[in-house]
């Protein structure tokens, strides 16, 4: 049963995103760090990716697999930024249907697939430091190419029945949307059928992918230690765990805004529902912009790489 204040939105055309809701006097304002950390982004990562085509030196897993984190966050960025930022700048709240599912998936697929690359990354500095003489052997470039692919499909067959799901819900309490961009459950707290299958499989996925992801780096992490540790001096180990230092700060990066937003989600119920906004598109945000910093500043490869451009430049 509807009453008079509702409308029937069980095929919505377009739905409408408000942004920051209660700061959008502040809009514009908002906007200059979020823009900021969009051009550094992708100057950042497109950094990343031509040094490493053009070195031949880095043509190793690590860096491939490097490569692959940053056209992942380069998906993620444009994924939403742009339309968030017509919101602020242009007051652009429209947003077709079907482009709002589009970004669902593309949102949640490489969010998963980002994960799966860390656990990768996490496979090759345990490789590289546990069995060094089998390294190469191990992870060819076909090996790599099937470990990047098999992530990609992952995170994709696993948001799709989000998607699915999300269009045969029919809308008809409203078609206005809290939000910056178009985040799951932002999107089906709008249905009004009954939509616990996917508040259901989404949790499931979301401790399936993160929880055995996080596992997975863990146990990998600690046979790292235990092998770092059994080295004899102090030296070599300090040496040997700096090739894992950029790895776990990338980590610390992704996972840690994760876990805040999500607890603030869960948790946060008191807290202003602006703040919530502008946590969960931080924690969107800050890995795509810190990930090519943080591995230009702590791989020495990189910023040599890094300095004899802007060196050749400058000369």
């Not at 031509?50 to 380069?74: G, Q, R, W």
């Not at 930022?85 to 697929?109: G, K, P, V």
């Not at 500095?125 to 003489?133: E, F, S």
């Not at 910056?180 to 996917?198: F, I, N, P, Q, W």
Request: hydrophobic share 50%; aromatic share 12%.
């Amino acid at each position: 049963m509807s009453d008079s204040n509702t409308t029937d939105f069980a095929n919505p055309s377009t739905f409408i995103l408000l942004g920051v809701p209660g700061l959008e006097a502040a809009h514009i304002w908002i906007s200059i760090p979020f823009s900021t950390m969009f051009v550094t982004a992708i100057m950042g990562n497109f950094t990343i990716l031509f040094i490493v085509k053009t070195e031949p030196s880095l043509h190793e897993p690590m860096y491939y697999f490097l490569c692959m984190l940053a056209v992942t966050d380069l998906v993620l960025s444009m994924s939403i930024l742009p339309k968030t930022l017509t919101i602020f700048w242009f007051n652009s709240r429209e947003i077709n249907f079907s482009a709002c599912l589009t970004q669902m998936y593309f949102l949640h697929c490489f969010l998963h697939t980002e994960s799966g690359i860390f656990v990768a990354m996490a496979l090759d500095r345990y490789v590289a430091i546990c069995h060094p003489l089998r390294h190469s052997t191990i992870l060819t470039n076909p090996m790599v190419a099937k470990i990047g692919l098999g992530m990609v499909l992952r995170g994709g067959m696993l948001v799709l029945p989000h998607v699915l799901l999300a269009r045969q819900w029919p809308y008809c309490r409203t078609n206005i949307i809290p939000h910056s961009y178009c985040e799951h459950m932002s999107v089906v707290k709008l249905a009004c059928g009954d939509t616990r299958v996917s508040n259901y499989y989404s949790l499931s996925a979301v401790i399936c992918v993160f929880g055995l992801d996080l596992i997975f780096i863990a146990v990998s992490y600690t046979q790292i230690l235990r092998a770092i540790f059994s080295l004899p001096t102090k030296d070599a180990q300090l040496k040997t765990f700096g090739t894992c230092g950029s790895h776990l700060c990338a980590i610390l990066a992704f996972y840690i805004p994760c876990l805040f937003s999500a607890l603030t989600y869960r948790f946060g119920k008191n807290m202003a529902l602006h703040f919530h906004i502008l946590i969960a598109s931080v924690y969107l945000l800050m890995p795509p912009m810190l990930n090519p910093i943080i591995y230009g500043v702590r791989t020495k490869q990189i910023r040599n790489r890094l300095l004899q451009l802007f060196t050749h430049k400058g000369s």
